[in-house]
């Protein structure tokens, strides 16, 4: 049976995407040049549909050249151009540690509230919600404080996840006792 044109058929990707996947692949063995290239191609088109990608990709280039204000620029320069794009949750959850560990909490809370938890692994989950109730903590957001905890619970895929949120929220209470 002949198949009909365009079902069943991945279209090909874009001279773009390809570019990237290349530059991404690169850098692996030569991170300087990957690292020319992702820029070359992030100022092609600062906003186009792949600067979360290329943000993600320069940030592991920077981190591993261990110069995390480069990394955190380009992780910040992709979401801003991209703040829904397919890896802006991934980035959210990245930087919001990093501004909370310089102090600024009401920063890394607008980083990280509107993360879509949906699109994040188990883990990342956890870990966005967890830093989620330290933010609120901070800022004094009580109500956010117990309304984090509460998604976090909602989420929580089984008994055994339940119960060990359960367990931290409860050491959270004590803690502030």
């Excluded at 509230?113 to 870990?127: F, I, K, M, S, Y």
């Excluded at 109730?133 to 509460?150: F, N, Y």
Aim: charge should be negative.
């Amino acid at each position: 049976m002949p198949s009909l044109p365009g079902f069943g058929e991945s279209p090909a990707p874009s001279a773009d995407k390809v570019e990237y996947e290349q530059a991404a692949a690169l850098a692996k063995t030569n991170p300087d040049q990957a690292k020319d290239r992702l820029e070359a191609l992030r100022q092609k088109d600062p906003e186009g549909e792949l600067a979360d990608d290329i943000a993600v990709s320069l940030a592991q280039i920077h981190r591993a050249k261990k110069d995390e204000p480069r990394a955190a620029a380009a992780l910040e320069a992709g979401l801003k151009a991209q703040p829904q794009g397919n890896r802006s949750d991934e980035i959210r959850l990245d930087l919001a540690p990093s501004e909370s560990a310089r102090g600024r909490w009401a920063t890394a809370y607008v980083v990280l509230a509107p993360v879509r938890l949906q699109n994040l692994t188990a883990g990342q989950r956890r870990e966005a919600l967890r830093l989620l109730v330290d933010l609120a903590r901070a800022k004094k957001d009580r109500v956010a404080e117990i309304l984090w905890p509460s998604q976090a619970r909602a989420e929580a895929a089984d008994l055994h996840g339940v119960a060990k949120l359960d367990t931290e929220s409860d050491q959270r209470l004590t803690e502030r006792s």
